[in-house]
């Protein structure tokens, strides 16, 4: 048997033993999902519009799902819906490595899943999740996604779940989520209802290029740090009393260096958290996130 014989074998395997797992999700088929057990299908969070959506099945059925997991930043959802016996796709024990060959599947809205084969072209990429948040660890591969694809299923050649399709970067790559262990868990808490709140203080800033280059143009000494763009009303950090204009230079006693570094920081401290902020030429700390959040002189 030749090498393209094997290949449209394997196909057509992963399409029969994988193919009934995968669902659409949302009107006009907006995304793509799998079940993962009896009741519950795993999708992107950013396919979704609300606490509910529709989830259509192989067999063309439609049926109204309700979410019941979601984590924005980590870009994942479980809704809660009935799968009627849909068989769930078992979890890949497979190490995912440069090279392997891999199977995208996806949702035609309804009829038999769409396949695709590529092979795995790097390994730990780095990708930003719906909310901006920097997603690490991601499977880069070859195997082609058309649109309505994000949050279908790439699988190995046993047609078991390797990772959860994300993101197309362009010139035929494609970002998917791996499924390992922490991924499982985190599956499995959003599957019992439990959804991802990160800390959040509320505020849109710019990086220390742009934070340098405007204090300079206003006569100011240049400093590292985060530029606030604008504080939503009544988030921790108005209720703190930062205000556009000032500069993140500290969190938490760290430095902040880049845009990725606040969210991270955030996410490790947790609130309430201690800033320093530089406004014109005055330093001072602000402790965002407690039961009374004030602005004091450093």
Known sequence: MSILDDLSSAIRNVHES???????????????GVVIADGRVLTNAHNLRG????????????????VGGVDPDGDLAVIEVDTAGATALAWSDAEAAIGDVVFGLASTGAGAARVTAGTISAIEQTFRGPGGSRIGGSIEHTAPLASGSSGGPLVDGSGKLLAINTNRIGDGFYLARPADAAFRERVDALSRGESVSRPRLGIAVAPSIVARRLRRSVGLAERDGLLVRGV?????????????????????????????????????????????IVRGDEERSVSVGGTTDAAGEA
């Not at 994988?18 to 793509?32: C, E, F, K, L, T």
């Not at 205000?243 to 920081?265: C, K, W």
């Open 232 to 276: 939503e009303d009544g988030s921790p950090a108005d209720r703190a009393g930062i205000r556009e204009g000032d500069l993140l230079v500290e969190a938490a006693g760290r430095p902040l260096t880049d845009a990725d570094s606040l969210p991270a920081i955030l996410a490790e401290a947790g609130m309430p958290i201690e800033l320093k």
């Open 18 to 32: 994988a193919g009934p797992a995968v669902v659409g999700i949302g009107q006009g088929n907006r995304g793509s």
């Open 51 to 66: 606490d509910e959506v529709t989830v259509t099945f192989r067999d063309g059925r439609s049926e109204r799902g309700k």
